[in-house]
């Protein structure tokens, strides 16, 4: 409930401000993301440096990725080309059906789609 106020009044799940930044007018969504990005880098610093361990005291890992870079050029294409389309991340789609757009219960039931298609080929699909 929380993401999705910050997400609503941060107008970071505003088609408008989506299509700024697809159109380079705008800093508005860049900055957001990348002050995540910053967030994100500093957590996962601040986790390996204090070897931090999970609630149940278990060790917080972190594994390598595969450097293969079509999987990544071809999946980050096909997400923002989902994103420019519908107009929304999928992260506050609940968010957006709860702001009024009853329009996004489509999006949610593609998404609900996608993710079921992904699993019924994922043992087919080129990734480790």
Known sequence: ILFGFVAIRSEIVSWYRI???FRFQSFHMYGVIGSAVV???????????????AWDGSEI???????TW????????????????????PGPILALIGA?????????FGA???????????DRLPHG
Not at 100 to 108: D, Q, R, S, T
Not at 112 to 122: A, D, F, I, M, Q
Request: proline fraction near 2%.
């Open 19 to 21: 299509q700024e930044m």
């Open 61 to 67: 890992t972190f594994q390598d990725k595969d450097r």
């Open 112 to 122: 609900v789609v996608g993710t079921w298609t992904y699993g019924v080929l994922r």
């Open 100 to 108: 009024g757009l009853p329009a996004f219960v489509i999006v949610l």
């Open 39 to 53: 967030v994100g880098a500093i957590s996962v610093w601040l986790i390996k440096r204090g070897r931090a361990r």
């Open 70 to 89: 079509i999987r990544y050029v071809l999946g980050g294409t096909s997400f923002g080309l989902g994103w420019g389309l519908v107009g929304a991340c």
